[in-house]
């Protein structure tokens, strides 16, 4: 069985996202970019079955994307069996970091998913950065195959697929579906494995990743970016100063004060 | 136009939002508001502040399957024409939005918070980036597809408690060759605590750094006698059950006091807590996003404040 991974680079959210002096797009200069945390999960419940099941993995990144390379040779170190790295002519739009739209993503990896089909597509259920929508239902429509979305299981056992989808309030639902498939990883059944940078290193030595060249033409019907801001509001919070123990005083009078303090 | 999330007996509080946006924007645009009901029709009761209900009936409607509701929302597009159709931004339209986005061949703002008509185009301000870049879009042409993040409109008044007209749409035939089967709804296990009960919570974010880390935090949840919550990232990683999670696809709480600890506070989180009545939030991040909806806030170290907050507490 074939199960593909395509993964995204986007901005780390622990820094702060700058925008650019027109407001209309991210500055992207100095931020670090890492693999999307959804796509991680997808990586490692993809890598799950593998173990399991002897799965062939590959993980799909776009040239494009900041950093890709180090995603893609990390998901190698990790147990990927091979890595692809896809070359397109895009028209690029401001909406995110990258330019590059879920829209052209997913126009991009359909051409490719056309060509080398596969049994299984597991990706992030969406990406901090996707504003004209999640990739896994717009790339399952594209290649009219059956999706679902918020998964976090993923089985494989007897040739047939079973995914638990995930709703509010501790409520999810066991659905089988039929392969070829398309599922957008909520979370793995276990977080994603570590793997150490000696490993890392060592797949940016031996590693492969194949570049395969798409022209999917440009996605239509986008969203048209006017501005972009921060929170305007400098936030309803009042902000509570001094030591560690003075805040912590002023806390306890709050709690205090509203008779939540037992004993 | 509206699509209507249920659970069999009862419409979604959401799908009330989203309905008073919906009659908002037809007053504006001249139009009528419509929600479409699968599988359901008995459900029409509830909706009567929208002026037409579009019922699609057919066994494989009985229960949310996404290829079942898909096809037959494709279907009430195709016949019904609507301007925009608006969606609740968890499950169903995470499954659905972008899919439509293809077939129906409209522009898809995800993630909104606010959404308009300025007079000449549908304008709507996506969140993006958890939480921290507020992007304002155009969906061009004269279709759209709008997912909106909980709580983001106030629902319908009930007012209007007129019977909608309701219009019935034929089953298309691919319902009749689903290539997905709902096997079971596995209903919230009840073994662990509850979250939604309690008085106040102490609820931790991936500000903690590691699962050896939540001994201090839990030390304070003990110290206040109530229980310990988390955002995604925390359960994700597996450091505490399902049960303890607090955010769109957790619990909604509604506590008297929430003390969020190293919680950046993207929407996903806000949605489950913005209504408890006191809410201080600790980040090193003055830029957090939780402090958009916090009333006190502090950008000390949490590892810092907790154990003076623990000695305070315990007098």
Not at chain 1, 25 to 29: A, N, Q, V
Not at chain 2, 40 to 51: H, V
Not at chain 2, 206 to 214: A, V, W
């Given at each position: 069985m074939r199960i593909a991974v395509p993964v995204k680079a986007v901005p780390d959210l622990v820094e702060e996202i700058e925008l650019t002096s027109d407001g209309t797009?991210?500055?992207?200069?100095y931020l670090t970019f890492v693999l999307n945390e959804w796509d991680a999960q997808a990586l490692e419940e993809a890598l799950l079955i593998k173990d399991a099941t002897g799965a062939e993995v590959v993980a799909i990144g776009l040239a494009d994307d900041p950093e890709i390379e180090q995603i893609l040779f990390t998901a190698l170190a990790k147990g990927a069996d091979a890595a692809v790295k896809l070359v397109g002519t895009t028209v690029a739009r401001s909406l995110g970091p990258t330019g590059t739209t879920i829209a052209d993503r997913a126009a991009m990896l359909a051409e490719y998913l056309a060509a080398q089909p596969v049994d299984l597509v597991l990706t992030g259920?969406?990406?901090?950065?996707?504003p004209d929508g999640q990739l896994p239902s717009r790339l399952a429509a594209l290649l009219d195959l059956p999706h679902v979305s918020v998964v976090v299981s993923v089985e494989t056992t007897g040739g047939s697929l079973t995914v638990r989808q995930e709703f509010a309030a501790g409520r999810s639902q066991l659905l089988q579906v039929q392969m070829p498939a398309v599922i957008g990883v909520q979370s793995a059944r276990q977080a994603p494995r570590y793997t150490p940078i000696a490993r890392i290193k060592q797949a940016m030595q031996t590693g492969v990743l194949t570049e395969i060249e798409v022209s999917p033409p440009p996605a239509t019907n986008g969203l048209v970016v006017r501005r972009m801001h921060g929170r305007e509001t400098t936030g309803q919070a009042e902000m509570l100063t001094g030591s560690a123990e003075e805040v912590a005083d002023q806390i306890v009078g709050l709690l205090r004060a509203r008779g939540l303090l037992k004993g | 136009m509206v699509l209507a999330e249920h659970t069999g007996a009862q419409v979604s509080e959401g799908t009330h939002e989203l309905i008073g946006k919906a009659r908002e924007l037809a007053f504006e645009l001249g139009g009528v508001s419509e929600v479409v009901l699968l599988g359901?029709?008995?459900?029409?009761?509830?909706?009567?502040?929208?002026?037409v209900v579009v019922s699609v009936e057919h066994p494989a409607l009985l229960q949310y399957v996404p290829e079942a509701y898909e096809l037959a929302l494709s279907e009430v597009l195709a016949q019904r024409s609507p301007r925009l159709l608006l969606m609740g931004n968890a499950t169903v339209g995470l499954d659905l939005a972008a899919a439509l986005s293809v077939r129906w061949d409209a522009p898809l703002a995800a993630y909104a918070c606010r959404l308009g008509f300025d007079g000449t185009a549908v304008t709507a301000t996506v969140q993006i980036l958890g939480g921290k870049v507020f992007t304002e879009v155009e969906l061009p042409g004269e279709r759209g597809i709008v997912t909106v993040l909980g709580g983001a409109f106030s629902a319908a008044s009930e007012s209007s408690q007129s019977t909608p007209e309701v219009v019935h749409i034929a089953p298309p035939p691919r319902l009749d060759a689903l290539r997905m089967s709902l096997l079971e709804v596995i209903a919230a296990a009840d073994d662990d605590l509850d979250i939604t009960s309690a008085e106040m919570l102490v609820s931790v974010g991936?500000?903690?750094?590691?699962?050896?880390?939540?001994e201090v935090v839990q030390e304070l949840a003990d110290a206040l006698r109530v229980p310990l919550s988390a955002s995604r990232p925390v359960i994700d990683a597996g450091w505490?059950?399902?049960?303890r999670q607090v955010g769109q696809s957790g619990m909604k709480v509604k506590p008297k006091a929430y003390i969020a600890l190293g919680i950046s506070g993207a929407p996903e989180h806000l949605e489950g807590m913005?209504?408890?009545e006191l809410i201080i939030a600790c980040n090193t991040d003055a830029g957090a996003p939780i402090f958009a909806v916090a009333h006190y806030g502090t950008t000390l170290d949490l590892f810092d404040l907790v154990p003076e907050l623990i000695g305070k507490v315990r007098g």
């Open positions: 797009s991210i500055d992207s200069e259920v969406q990406a901090p950065d996707d | 359901s029709p008995a459900l029409a009761d509830q909706l009567g502040a929208a002026d991936r500000g903690i750094d590691s699962q050896e880390n939540l505490l059950p399902k049960a913005r209504n408890a």
